[in-house]
């Protein structure tokens, strides 16, 4: 079986790093947020390789560009998560270094990925 395209994309690859990290993070919440912060950073972080790949599936590049658009609201989204955390003492600004290095990085990707696609 071949290969999906989206795998082979940098940026897809990237994000999926991300997506380990915030499991790994999320692990160290504590039980009382199985429910609520923890879903809700894991499901953002998933969002960002999932849109990058239905998007990379599309006919059309507007259908991509918008796929692509909601992996950076993910983003976005991902990062208040990790906020409300940080605030909520869970985490140290150490302890989300790499993400945010993560993050920061697919953010850039992204933005390269769709000009690249708008002209």
Request: avoid cysteine; charged fraction near 25%; glycine fraction near 6%.
């Amino acid at each position: 079986m071949d290969t999906p395209a989206y795998r082979n994309l940098k940026v897809w690859q990237k994000a999926m790093d991300l997506v380990l990290e915030a499991y790994a993070l999320a692990r160290r919440l504590p039980a009382n947020e199985r429910y609520g912060l923890t879903s809700q950073l894991q499901r953002a972080a998933v969002s960002v390789p999932a849109n990058i790949a239905e998007g990379n599936g599309r006919v059309h590049p507007g259908e991509y560009l918008h796929h692509l658009s909601i992996a950076r609201g993910s983003l976005l989204e991902l990062d208040t998560h990790l906020e409300v955390a940080r605030r909520l003492d869970y985490f140290s600004e150490h302890d989300l270094a790499e993400i945010h290095r993560l993050r920061g990085h697919v953010s850039r990707m992204l933005h390269g990925l769709m000009a690249r696609l708008r002209t």
